[in-house]
């Protein structure tokens, strides 16, 4: 992939930028809540996908 193309992203991860310094420490240009708010729509935690009450914790958030 050259640097012309940019790789497909979800529209609300949209111009979203990480970068990891020589620490690696991560920082975006995206607020971290918001990321872990679409990351807990978007993606199913395996620790927690037997949880009976897994409902009632999304919508919560």
């Known amino acids: 992939m050259s640097k012309k193309d940019k790789a497909r992203v979800h529209k609300d991860l949209d111009g979203l930028?990480?970068?990891v310094d020589s620490f690696g420490e991560i920082s975006s240009n995206m607020p971290i809540d918001k990321l872990n708010k679409f990351?807990?729509?978007?993606?199913?935690d395996?620790?927690?996908k037997d949880r009976e009450d897994l409902d009632d914790l999304k919508k919560d958030k």
């Open 46 to 48: 395996k620790k927690l």
């Open 17 to 19: 930028e990480l970068n």
């Open 39 to 44: 990351l807990n729509k978007n993606v199913e």
